[in-house]
């Protein structure tokens, strides 16, 4: 479902704004119902090998992912040489221990030869794996990483996913901490499962040959069992499979939880660090306090259940690897002992037995690592679903039709915003905008106006109606909280554009021109810029980046809310002079807006929703246009110095 807008006083801040953006968090979490408690849920997902398959599939869609598959396929061919070395070492097994047994001093130095060289290659063999095993992992994660960046990083998707419930949340450690453990987790667990089907296909042969049929006499009959040996290794290891599924189960939706416990941590502790000088402006600090004790105690609680279960299973799976050390030599010594097997032929067949031992038991030694990652891989795979289920979800609950205007204007044709619920934030919206014109969009708190902006932007999709836009090329969108990515002040100013786009003169002009001298000389200092600035610089780094890219048309939502009324004025004369012929559509409640904007529209609340009423053009004379000019030129002569850095 389609979330709210913000409303109230929320309402008016800009989608730039993260307060606003928690609150209307807040606002869905009250209107969605509430997630499934993965303690109590046993149904983790999907089929979890459809969903490896469409994560596989994408990754290695338009032949990009050949380096993944050249990879797998040289750790093929090295399993299959380790797999040989592996079982001529136990030949030598057998050789050296008849050695053994016959005092043969000339053959026992043979064998210890023999042993240096078949070591020597298997060094080789498994060096070589564990690089092409890590160079795997950094293919696979670099893989996956660039799917899901290229699904989240789609227009408008970044900001709409936050509405899609759990799957969407988080998208921080969808793509850094599940990532990396998907990608980990499958190149480990793929080359071992691999590894350790070579050798049982290798050994379950050479120990039913080795162990041969095997008598028992039981009342008197006797009973022969072919493969005596292999047949034991089968039943133990299937013991102990059983054993360590049935115990250790409750670790994959443990270790969901846990890793959905440390995601909330993290994002309280971020959030706390971003906000760090509004909480110590409220002394804040103890609530604070408070509130992470929370989500530091869910991690614990969260560890402490995992732990438990962990502890569990360590009895399964120490006690049949403590076992497993006498239980061949049991199997093996009714054949010694009757004399069908020598001493190095018994360790031959105990060497085997452990081979198989290792290939079956691979699921008992790594339920654990299994288990993480079957959480991973769903994690991972809920949230490529969610994306990809944005567009389907939007038209279910009904989109706003976005197309071009015919002569590239901005048109709202029957345009209705619609609430998850049903109700109707705006209705039956109809307005034209036409090029050159100002338009200042009024209204109270609450009424829909930040969430028009959006619309306009393609953020919000939910409702009915079309809107016609100017080409997408020649607009940009001011929110109240401009974005200043990570990076040197040249390519902020410079944004989405790269650094190099602009020339050096026409960036310093532009800072020099909105008030921003003081920063000229620091254009290609790295700096978290958005902490360095206060609110009133960073919208004024905003009319720059306009200056700069020189739009057509550009929209503001409460883009001078930071600024005092000299340097709003110092803004807004762009469009009277540098910009002048841009078209703007503003969303303000300023002082002076309304003289600047040579048009109003009002958004009214009524009971059925807020609807979009024409007020009358403001007619503004060549007299009171060049008193407001000359209003501006005085406040010029009195401002007689530079703002510092820090200032607004």
């Known amino acids: ?166 799957a969407g949340h988080q998208p921080d450690q969808r793509l ?14 793929g080359v071992g499962m691999l590894q350790a089907f070579l050798l049982l296909v290798s050994f379950i042969g050479v120990l039913w040959t080795l162990s041969g049929a095997t008598t028992f006499v039981i009342h008197g009959d006797e009973i022969t069992i072919p493969g005596y040996m292999v047949w034991v290794a089968i039943g133990y290891a299937g013991i102990g499979s059983g054993l360590t599924w049935l115990v250790g189960r409750p670790l994959i939706r443990l270790n969901t939880l846990r890793y959905a416990r440390e995601a909330d941590l993290r994002f309280a502790l971020v959030r706390v660090n971003e906000s760090a000088e509004s909480v110590s402006l409220y002394n804040g600090e103890a609530d604070e306090r408070r509130n992470l004790d929370e989500f530091v105690e869910a991690v614990l609680k969260a560890t402490r259940r995992l732990s438990g279960a962990l502890a569990r299973l360590t009895w399964i799976t120490s006690g049949y690897g403590w076992l497993a050390i006498v239980v061949p030599i049991l199997a093996a010594a009714p054949g010694y002992f009757s004399g069908k097997l020598s001493f190095g032929g018994m360790m031959m067949v105990v060497g085997a037995f452990n081979q198989v031992q290792a290939a079956l038991r691979y699921f008992v030694d790594n339920f654990p690592k299994i288990a993480d990652w079957r959480s991973a891989v769903l994690r991972v795979a809920t949230f490529r679903q969610a994306v990809m289920d944005l567009e389907e979800v939007t038209a279910e609950n009904g989109k706003i039709d976005i197309q071009p205007h015919p002569k590239g204007w901005l048109s709202f044709e029957g345009l209705s915003i619609a609430l998850n619920d049903g109700s109707i934030l705006i209705e039956d919206a109809t307005a034209e905008i036409r090029p050159g014109e100002r338009v200042l969009i009024m209204g109270e708190s609450g009424a829909g106006k930040s969430t028009l902006f959006r619309a306009i932007a393609e953020l919000w999709p939910w409702g009915s109606g079309t809107i016609r836009m100017p080409p997408g090329n020649e607009m940009m969108f001011l929110p109240q909280r401009p974005y200043l990515p990570l990076g040197t002040l040249r390519a902020a100013l410079s944004y989405p554009a790269s650094p190099d786009t602009f020339d050096d003169a026409d960036i310093r002009a532009a800072l020099e021109r909105c008030g921003l001298g003081d920063f000229v000389d620091m254009l290609d200092k790295n700096e978290r810029w958005d902490r360095t600035m206060s609110l009133g610089q960073q919208q004024r780094v905003a009319f720059a980046r306009v200056l700069l890219h020189r739009p057509r048309w550009v929209f503001m939502d409460e883009a001078t809310s930071a600024l005092d009324e000299e340097n709003q004025a110092s803004m807004l004369s762009l469009f009277e002079n540098e910009l002048n012929g841009a078209t703007v559509m503003s969303i303000g409640h300023r002082p002076g807006l309304e003289e600047f904007h040579t048009r109003t529209l009002h958004i009214r609340k009524t009971d059925e929703g807020a609807i979009l009423l024409a007020r009358p053009r403001l007619q503004r004379t060549a007299s009171s246009r060049r008193r407001w000019i000359g209003n501006l030129r005085k406040r010029f002569r009195k401002a007689g110095h530079r703002h510092e850095p820090g200032e607004s």
């Open 176 to 189: 850094q901490e599940d990532c990396r453990l998907f990608s980990e987790l499958s190149t480990e667990l």
């Open 1 to 166: 479902m389609p979330p709210p807008p913000a409303t109230g006083s929320d309402q008016e801040v800009g989608p730039g704004q993260d307060q606003t953006l928690a609150k209307e968090a807040d606002q869905v979490a009250a209107h969605q119902p509430e997630p499934q408690d993965p303690e109590a849920s046993h149904e983790l997902g999907p089929s979890i090998g459809r969903e490896l398959l469409l994560l596989f599939r994408d990754m290695v869609r338009n032949r990009k992912g050949w380096p993944m598959i050249r990879l797998a396929i040289a750790i093929v061919v090295v399993l299959i040489g380790n797999m040989v070395g592996q079982v001529r070492l136990n030949q030598w097994n057998g050789a050296f221990f008849d050695a053994v047994e016959k005092r043969n001093t000339a053959a026992f130095f043979d064998q210890l030869l023999v042993f240096a060289a078949i070591v020597a290659v298997l060094l080789v063999l498994v060096v070589g794996q564990t690089w092409l095993q890590e160079r795997l992992k950094i293919r696979l994660r670099q893989r996956l990483t660039q799917v899901l960046l290229n699904l989240w990083l789609k227009p408008n998707h970044a900001y709409q996913l936050g509405f899609m419930g759990e």
